[in-house]
């Protein structure tokens, strides 16, 4: 007998192709339903296609402190 507790699996929708996926230990690729589907989301943040944004910055710095 394991000391392991059982983990149940869930399917959840995978964030790229938005098929089924195995949400659970024993898929490598989790939330994600294959390594493709992995890379792929990879590749969209590394090409700047996914933003996080930032707070919007102004051209005149008038209200800002200066740095001494």
Known sequence: MSDRPVVPEK?????????????APRNPYRPFCSERCKNLDLGAWASESFRVPAPEQFADDAGSPTLQ
């Open 11 to 23: 399917i959840v929708v995978c964030p790229q192709c938005k098929g089924d996926s195995i949400y």
